[in-house]
């Protein structure tokens, strides 16, 4: 068990815990962003009979804390109200939770336990067996993947009762059930209070804390609404009102100069990390071991993540606030310009958010915690996704007549004249995912590496080698094999999704366009006669030759961004 603390104590390099009662053993590395003095792991109701360990964040805790007024809490910790609630309200108490969160909690009284994730699944979790007939719970699978005959990844948005001992979906929002269209109108006043009381409330922090800043319309409108808020909260007080930045990518990428623009308007004090595509290269096996992932997409965009944490850390910051979630909701990836109709647009976003635990959630989560430093992802809260998914899908779709492009819905709601958020460029800056505006040359350059080091043979053989999730490229191939070098267990392969994909699309939503199927890349640059810098270029003349950011939006009833050739 020890030597197993030992392989996490990236992710929580601040205390350690550990506590055993009979055959179970409970441990814990802490990260310590709320009462960093006093709450350390695992956490006890009043008589040590319920024992906890967790990961995570639980923003309603004071709340919370009001509705237990007989209980005595041991620390100022917000996951101290775990132990307490399941004193009150048994296994059902989860839904309660407002926050992110993996837990474990231990009931002495029966010898039982009961383990649980959150909703969209933000924190990382798996579950494994071993032979001996245990059960292991792990944040990563380096926490368990030598001890267990069979393992997986534990879904977001259940629990695991050892007295019923199987999976117990807790999580059952209106949008789950794919078939039901939502038919609320558009109010875009309704959607931007939503989503700023989601960032509000990841304010929450007894530590130094950014935001994670490339200029793009997510993440610009996270750092808009924090600096904005930021004066009259605890944070400020005990931290500055001056809000910190940070972006990365190489020199001269699209996201370093318009993260620096929005900086500017904004007034944070901006970090920008330059790397190159070597550091990037020399990355990558660490990537792949911290990440636990062969996905293309996923590696691509993780990489420059992982390098831009750690500078993050060096400098004293321990949480930051990030973009994650936006495109999956409202339909932001560049393939949905080619929706068929709002129900297919609709069902698209539901089997994306569903998958977000396998992609953008695990990337966010462990490129950062591989160096000690969490991720909070407000687009993601809860209540902000009940508001956003309940909206008439019409609205979200791309309609080139009305000149509404990607996540027009989203840039509408915070179009604000008198009091502008952002500039109106940035605003409507066409969607660039991550691995792209970091600099198209990181992609291009990890493809040439992956072909100096994967040959025609090795591809030819490739669907002997690898008979799961046939790897179909050189570059796919080169991280298939890092990875089952580091984790060589059939389980392992299983926890990575697979399938065709173009422009981040399900492989459902290829179906879409038939251009697609000769050009699977999960690059947005793949959407072709879509992305202004698509790998073949079907712009019309209008755009030839402009940036992206560039291009000024015509404000009128509908302002648009780019001209787009269907």
């Not at 926050?99 to 383990?115: A, E, H, M, Q």
């Not at 979790?125 to 993947?145: F, M, R, T």
């Not at 179906?511 to 079907?538: C, F, I, M, Q, T």
Request: glycine share 8%; charged share 25%.
């Amino acid at each position: 068990m020890i030597h197993k603390l030992k392989g996490l104590k990236h992710r929580g390099p601040d205390w350690s815990g550990l506590h055993q009662h009979g055959d179970n053993y409970l441990a814990h590395q802490r990260l310590a962003i709320v009462d960093p003095a006093s709450g350390d792991q695992p956490l006890f109701n009043e008589d040590k009979s319920i024992i906890v360990t967790v990961n995570g964040e639980i923003y309603n805790h004071e709340e919370l804390r009001k509705q237990l007024p007989n209980h005595k809490f041991r620390t100022q910790c917000d996951c101290d109200v775990i132990a307490h609630l399941y004193e009150e309200h048994g296994e059902n108490f989860v839904d309660m939770l407002d926050g992110i969160f993996s837990f474990v909690l231990l009931d002495t009284r029966d010898n039982s336990f009961l383990v649980a994730r959150d909703a969209i699944g933000v924190t990382s979790l798996y579950i494994g067996w071993g032979l001996d007939g245990s059960v292991w719970i792990a944040s990563e699978l380096k926490g368990l993947h030598d001890e267990c005959e069979h393992f997986e990844v534990f879904p977001p948005g259940h629990l695991y009762s050892s007295k019923e001992r199987e999976f117990r979906r807790w999580y059952n929002p209106p949008w789950f059930n794919e078939a039901v269209i939502p038919s609320t109108p558009y109010d875009p006043i309704v959607l931007r209070k939503a989503f700023e009381r989601a960032v509000i409330k990841r304010l929450m922090t007894d530590v130094p804390f950014g935001v994670l800043l490339s200029g793009g319309l997510d993440s610009s409108l996270v750092a808009a609404v924090t600096a904005r808020y930021l004066a009259g909260t605890k944070a400020a007080k005990q931290w500055g009102a001056k809000l910190h930045s940070f972006c990365v990518g190489l020199k001269g990428a699209p996201d370093l100069k318009a993260g620096r623009e929005v900086a500017e308007f904004l007034g944070t004090v901006h970090h920008e990390f330059e790397f190159t595509i070597q550091d990037g290269i020399d990355a990558i096996e660490d990537v792949i071991y911290h990440t636990e992932t062969y996905d293309v997409t996923t590696i691509r965009a993780a990489t420059p993540m992982f390098l831009m944490s750690r500078k993050i850390k060096s400098s004293g910051v321990k949480m930051v606030i990030s973009g994650e979630g936006s495109d999956e909701i409202f339909g932001g990836y560049l393939y949905f310009h080619k929706a068929p109709n709002k129900e297919e647009f609709h069902q698209e976003t539901c089997r994306k958010i569903k998958a977000l635990h396998r992609y953008d959630c695990l990337r966010a989560n462990k490129s950062t915690y591989a160096w000690g430093l969490e991720a909070r992802v407000p687009f993601l809260d809860k209540d902000f996704i009940n508001v956003a998914m309940d909206i008439d899908p019409e609205a979200k779709m791309i309609n080139h007549e009305e000149g509404r492009i990607e996540k027009w819905i989203l840039r509408r709601a915070f179009d604000d004249e008198k009091n502008p958020y952002l500039p109106k460029h940035i605003l409507y800056r066409q969607k660039e995912q991550f691995s792209d505006g970091v600099g198209y040359g990181w992609i291009d350059g990890i493809k040439d590496h992956a072909a100096k080091h994967v040959t025609d043979r090795m591809m030819f053989n490739a669907s002997h080698i690898f008979p799961f999730n046939t790897p179909l490229t050189k570059e796919a191939y080169y991280y298939r094999m890092i990875f089952e070098r580091f984790f060589p267990q059939n389980s392992a392969r299983l926890t990575v999704p697979g399938g065709a994909s173009v422009a981040c699309s399900t492989e459902k939503a290829i179906e879409w366009d038939a251009s697609w199927s000769g050009n699977l890349d999960p690059s947005g640059r793949a959407a072709l006669g879509v992305h202004v810098s698509a790998y073949e270029n079907k712009l019309n003349s209008v755009t030839k030759g402009v940036e992206p950011e560039k291009i000024i939006p015509k404000m009128g009833i509908s302002p648009f961004g780019v001209a787009i050739q269907s």
